[in-house]
């Protein structure tokens, strides 16, 4: 663990924004608390898990039921990869028969192992993941 980051202040402070993706619905939560650290050369990775949905509407997006599963995952999620701010929670973007979770973390190879554990801990969804340099926040600044 890192005692720098463990001892990092970030404050949360989310804004929904919807719009539309390919003809369909988009709802995004932005973590716009984190705009002081967006580039932060500790955070230089993105990692996007990705929930499909099991069951969705014309317009893509999950039944009430479903929505609630998917959010329970996204807590599960984001209080492992969180810990002692190892990851920052930017974005959470719902459209096209899923939602994905973006965060950026100071160590990929960390989350890597504690996505592959969630992902057998995980029963109702199955979780895809990625994670990829970005040392400019791209995904992020297109939100904010």
């Given at each position: 663990?890192n005692?720098?980051?463990?001892?990092?202040?970030?404050?949360?402070s989310?804004?929904?924004?919807e719009?539309?993706?390919?003809?369909?619905?988009?709802?995004?939560?932005?973590?716009?608390?984190?705009?002081?650290l967006a580039?932060?050369?500790?955070?230089?990775?993105?990692?996007?898990?990705?929930?499909?949905?099991n069951s969705?509407g014309?317009?893509?997006l999950?039944?009430?039921?479903?929505?609630?599963e998917?959010?329970?995952?996204?807590?599960?999620?984001?209080?492992?990869?969180?810990?002692?701010?190892?990851?920052?929670?930017?974005i959470?973007?719902?459209?096209?028969?899923?939602r994905?979770?973006?965060?950026?973390?100071?160590?990929?190879?960390?989350?890597?192992k504690?996505?592959?554990?969630?992902?057998?801990?995980?029963?109702s969804?199955?979780?895809?993941?990625?994670?990829?340099?970005?040392?400019?926040?791209?995904?992020?600044?297109?939100f904010?």
């Open positions: 663990m005692s720098e980051l463990a001892n990092l202040k970030v404050e949360e989310w804004t929904v924004f719009g539309d993706h390919n003809g369909k619905p988009l709802i995004a939560r932005v973590n716009r608390g984190l705009l002081p580039g932060d050369s500790r955070y230089q990775y993105r990692v996007g898990v990705a929930v499909p949905f969705v014309q317009n893509g999950p039944s009430g039921e479903e929505s609630w998917v959010s329970e995952i996204e807590d599960l999620v984001a209080a492992e990869l969180e810990l002692h701010h190892e990851s920052l929670f930017a959470a973007i719902t459209t096209g028969g899923m994905e979770f973006v965060f950026y973390t100071s160590d990929p190879q960390a989350v890597e504690k996505l592959e554990a969630l992902a057998q801990r995980i029963r969804h199955q979780i895809q993941r990625v994670i990829q340099p970005d040392e400019r926040w791209t995904v992020y600044h297109q904010v």
